[in-house]
């Protein structure tokens, strides 16, 4: 695990101080007129990983949003390349900066629909953080990789820093799937993960959350367009079943990459004593959440346990800054949260949507290294 506190400057290219002066301060409160990357300076927090760039403003008064908008390109060029972009030492970033920080860079933001977990609208399309309690980590997770639509980019601004903890921990989800055994990958590859859901509000989100909706009819046109299996069960629960994917190709870097939650909504990511009393109660295909290999068989603990290794092995964690804004490509960089005290203050929102096609039959073994199959 990489341990990100800000370094020297690792090697990388010193920017050049900027030419530009600052305009008068009437015409500050109109907007700078940017047109230089020079206005930024660029590092590695670890010499160890690329991820994230870390990107600082080289004079006062920038502001994150104009100069955003003016650099749209190189902004998704750096993201492409290092996974994940920390923008941090610009003034008055507050709630709404993040919308309009993907507005500047043309994208619009998606609504947070079929949920895992409970969060709460800030500002339009942006939420708060999971809210789970504080004294729990999130393990690491590309946002929505549990199902075959997801956001390709997912950004978090900070606002109040915890008073101890609360550190969000980012990883390249290549180098998990580059450092897993060969046979463990193509086994996920081949045979894809199986999410099993069962929704009430007296042990998970119930499903009116879930789906943003009471209206079942709703929920049943979301579940067959999007491939999932569904059944109404008394007490007003739902069940559902999806197949997705294990692993998957960027559609521009071309990168394999980890992608899914398996672990995390695998019955084992519970503590012990949660979840025997869970097992002591509902039977095992009525667990709020689990989850299998795509044919229905479980999935090994030794493979959980590999997996699980290979995020904190090369996690990389920094501590939040007030006004930092980090933007990460969804599927080259998973994300966390490690447990905190005091008060926090995180915001989120997520654009770019992209859907998946997932081949629910069954695939010949080493088609997919053979280029046979795209998954």
Not at 69 to 79: D, G, P, S, V
Not at 165 to 175: A, F, L, M, N, Y
Not at 330 to 354: I, K, S, W
Request: charged residues 20%; aromatic residues 10%.
């Amino acid at each position: 695990m990489y341990d990100a506190t800000p370094t020297s400057k690792s090697g990388t290219p010193k920017s050049t101080k900027p030419k530009l002066r600052l305009r008068s301060r009437r015409q500050r409160g109109q907007g700078i007129q940017l047109s230089s990357t020079q206005l930024v300076t660029t590092d590695v927090l670890s010499a160890e990983s690329p991820l994230p760039l870390v990107v600082r403003p080289a004079m006062d008064g920038l502001n994150v949003v104009d100069w955003a908008a003016n650099h749209r390109t190189w902004i998704q060029e750096q993201l492409w390349t290092h996974g994940g972009l920390l923008f941090r030492g610009f003034r008055n970033v507050e709630a709404e900066t993040l919308e309009r920080f993907f507005g500047a860079l043309g994208g619009e933001l998606m609504e947070y629909a079929y949920r895992s977990t409970p969060r709460s609208p800030v500002k339009g399309r942006i939420y708060t953080s999971t809210a789970y309690p504080a004294s729990e980590s999130i393990p690491l997770h590309n946002e929505m990789s549990y199902s075959r639509n997801w956001p390709m980019r997912i950004g978090f601004s900070c606002l109040r820093c915890a008073a101890t903890g609360g550190e969000t921990p980012i990883v390249d989800s290549h180098r998990v799937w580059a450092s897993l055994d060969p046979d463990v990958r193509e086994t996920f590859a081949r045979k894809q993960v199986l999410y099993v859901r069962n929704y009430s509000p007296q042990l998970d989100l119930p499903w009116q959350t879930v789906f943003q909706t009471d209206d079942r009819e709703a929920v049943e046109q979301y579940c067959q367009q999007a491939g999932i299996e569904w059944e109404w069960r008394s007490g007003d629960r739902l069940s559902t079943r999806q197949i997705c994917q294990a692993v998957a190709q960027h559609p521009h870097t071309k990168a394999w990459v980890w992608f899914n939650q398996a672990h995390l909504f695998h019955v084992s990511n519970l503590p012990l004593e949660t979840r025997q009393s869970l097992l002591s109660v509902v039977a095992e295909d009525e667990l709020p959440r689990n989850t299998y290999f795509g044919d229905g068989t479980s999935i090994s603990d030794t493979a959980l346990t590999a997996i699980r290794t290979a995020y904190d092995t090369h996690t990389v964690t920094f501590s939040w800054q007030a006004g930092d804004i980090l933007l990460l490509d969804n599927m080259l960089a998973a994300h966390g949260r490690r447990p905190f005290t005091g008060e926090r203050q995180v915001v989120v929102g997520m654009d770019e949507p992209y859907s998946h096609t997932v081949q629910t039959g069954p695939i010949r073994k080493g088609a997919i290294q053979q280029g046979e199959v795209t998954v």
